[in-house]
């Protein structure tokens, strides 16, 4: 029987507010928190009572696992406002399924559904008056969980915390996407974490992505680990080439994020009758097709970056432009699947759901 969030979760408020201080028609991605967050511990062998309190720093043991064994997860999510001010998830239950595919990768116990569920609810409810309103603009959810047991023996902590914390945000990227086909680097490989949303997962991409920006690019496009022959992911989006008209994408492996965004973009270009590829892209086809004018378009797609048309990629030292087209799939679905998201029109998928 689930308990209902009043029943589970509780909650002190702050006494005080910053939303005084925030500059809601100036928001960048990730920078600026709610006034709450919601805290759950995991101690022997049970989850406790999840709470919702000020946000506010952590008192942790230096010799937590997270900083010794990097046992850490986290989810990306969104919530939307409408302009009658009702406010949506998208596909939520998919995150907490993802997250718990992530946990049990990393060794981490699962988290049940409703204190997922109950707890973004109840902190989104709190914080409401934060979430945005202005055009491309809304809240981005922070799912995550940690290793918060002690000792330094290489094996998975006893104690853990799943938290989650609101930003109010505006684009992820500032303009378009210039990006660096990487064949030394590698994000993931057969058999390792790619498919989980693993902290290291992240911070093992940041030193190929400093060189790659040191060289005028913004992202990196990560190739399979073995060959570096095929395109798996842009950064942290999954990848989308058009060439000619049809619309191509990485099929999802270990090495590869299942993308919320990816799958939905998916199901939306085909009820568009949009010709839709699953299968593995070669770097050669897609240097070939811009050479010889098929490739039309190419875009990363995640929650975080919504659809961002990449407008160059490079590849062993030349730069290839991508046209700029009038009506481009990008530009379309990116419109489609935010019409859902901010419940500017029917939602024939069933993927909104009002908190
Ligand atoms: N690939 C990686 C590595 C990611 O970190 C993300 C972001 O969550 C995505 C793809 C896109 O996934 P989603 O659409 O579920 O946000
Ligand atoms: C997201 O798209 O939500 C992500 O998790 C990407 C993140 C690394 C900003």
Redesign the pocket.
């Known amino acids: 029987m689930e308990t209902t969030a009043k029943n589970l979760i509780s909650i002190e408020k702050s006494k005080t507010s910053k939303i005084e201080q925030v500059d809601f028609d100036n928001l960048a991605f990730g920078s600026v928190f709610t006034d709450h967050m919601l805290v759950c511990d995991y101690k022997n062998g049970a989850w406790e009572k999840p709470k919702i309190v000020p946000y506010g720093p952590l008192m942790l043991n230096p010799s937590a696992k997270i900083f010794h064994y990097g046992q850490s997860i986290f989810e990306?999510m969104k919530a939307y406002k409408d302009t009658a001010k009702d406010v949506y998830l998208f596909r939520p239950l998919d995150n907490h399924k993802?997250f718990n595919i992530s946990a049990k990768r990393m060794a981490i116990p699962e988290i049940p559904e409703n204190y997922f569920m109950e707890g973004l609810k109840a902190l989104l409810q709190l914080d409401e008056k934060w979430i945005p309103t202005k055009e491309g603009s809304s809240m981005y959810i922070r799912p995550f969980m940690f290793a918060t047991g002690e000792g330094f023996h290489a094996s998975p902590a006893n104690e853990y915390k799943f938290m989650i914390c609101l930003a109010p945000s505006g684009a992820y990227f500032a303009g378009k996407v210039k990006v660096l086909i990487e064949e030394t680097y590698s994000?993931s490989a057969n058999g390792g974490v790619g498919f989980a949303?693993a902290g290291g997962?992240?911070a093992g991409q940041f030193y190929p992505t400093q060189l790659a920006i040191e060289k005028g690019y913004n992202q990196v496009i990560w190739t399979d680990d073995n060959t570096h022959e095929h395109i798996e992911?842009a950064g942290?989006?999954?990848i989308f080439v058009r060439i000619n008209d049809t619309l191509i994408t990485a099929p999802t492996s270990d090495r590869?994020?299942d993308?919320?965004?990816?799958k939905s973009i998916i199901d939306i270009a085909k009820a568009e009758k949009i010709p839709v590829e699953v299968r593995k892209i070669t770097v050669k086809e897609v240097v070939e097709a811009a050479q010889n004018g098929s490739l039309k378009e190419m875009f990363g797609?995640?929650?975080?970056a919504v659809i961002s048309p990449i407008s160059t990629f490079g590849h062993r030292g030349s730069d290839y432009d991508l046209p700029v087209l009038d009506a481009s799939y990008a530009s379309l679905l990116k419109k489609k699947i935010t019409d859902i998201q901010y419940n500017k029109t029917e939602d024939t998928f069933g993927w909104r759901v009002k908190i």
């Open positions: 990306g993802r994000r949303k997962n992240y992911e942290a989006m999954n590869i994020l993308g919320i965004t990816r797609a995640g929650t975080a």
